[in-house]
């Protein structure tokens, strides 16, 4: 009787633990889950390293700088990140946009419609480079522009080449003084690149013809000049 109730009993402890071991691997799968969670996280990093340059209707995108902050809270710490968007059509359009999130893809979504909604049109000469220098302040910023002849090509870096790339200007020289804050720098391209003026413009302006205009800087090809400005 004693070996009958031994051999009933063994089954069913045999049963319990696999139950219990179920139970074990659950409670583990809903630690798995906060894992899962966290792996949100890694696609927005996967999304930062997106290409710095997207085409989207004749749009040109370009990702500057993103920053992240935290925030230490009673539970942990909370993180937030800033994106500086430079969109432009390269045809003679830009704007830049600065968005803030909690995660990257939506403040990069924050960024790009800023900037879509702050574009500028800048004159360029034969559609590759400006018509003349510039000069760009903001805060701590400097930033010099010159136009080049054809062939040279951009010759410029980290902020203010996406801002070129995204106008569409093929030749240009260009120098940064000061800070080195992607910000300050994009803000005072833009500072320059709005005192940007055509022939075409100012003649309109002053009531004069453009081979008036070319013929005074002693161009002996003035009125070739003032055709293909003004077409």
């Not at 899962?36 to 995108?61: H, K, L, M, V, Y």
């Amino acid at each position: 009787m004693m070996a009958e109730n031994t051999e009933s009993t063994a089954p069913v402890t045999d049963g319990a633990a696999p139950e219990a071991g179920e139970g074990q691997r659950r409670g583990r799968g809903g630690r798995g889950g906060g894992d899962n969670r966290g792996s949100g996280g890694g696609r927005g990093r996967n999304n930062d390293r997106r290409p710095a340059q997207e085409e989207d209707d004749g749009t040109i995108e370009k990702l500057v700088h993103i920053n992240r902050v935290s925030k230490t809270v009673k539970g942990g710490k909370r993180f937030g990140f800033a994106a500086l968007v430079v969109v432009g059509d390269g045809q003679g359009r830009v704007g830049f946009g600065h968005g803030k999130a909690r995660e990257v893809p939506e403040a990069i979504n924050k960024a790009t419609a800023a900037a879509k909604k702050s574009m500028i049109r800048v004159a360029l000469k034969d559609g590759r480079t400006l018509h003349h220098d510039g000069k760009g302040h903001f805060g701590a910023g400097k930033v010099t522009l010159r136009s080049a002849p054809a062939g040279t090509g951009i010759i410029a870096g980290g902020p203010m080449r996406a801002v070129f790339e995204s106008l569409g200007v093929a030749d240009v020289v260009t120098k940064s003084v000061g800070t080195s804050n992607p910000y300050n720098m994009i803000r005072a391209t833009f500072a320059a690149l709005s005192e940007q003026t055509s022939p075409k413009s100012v003649a309109q302006r002053r009531g004069k013809k453009i081979a008036d205009l070319l013929g005074r800087g002693g161009s002996k090809t003035a009125e070739a000049d003032a055709e293909a400005i003004a077409e």
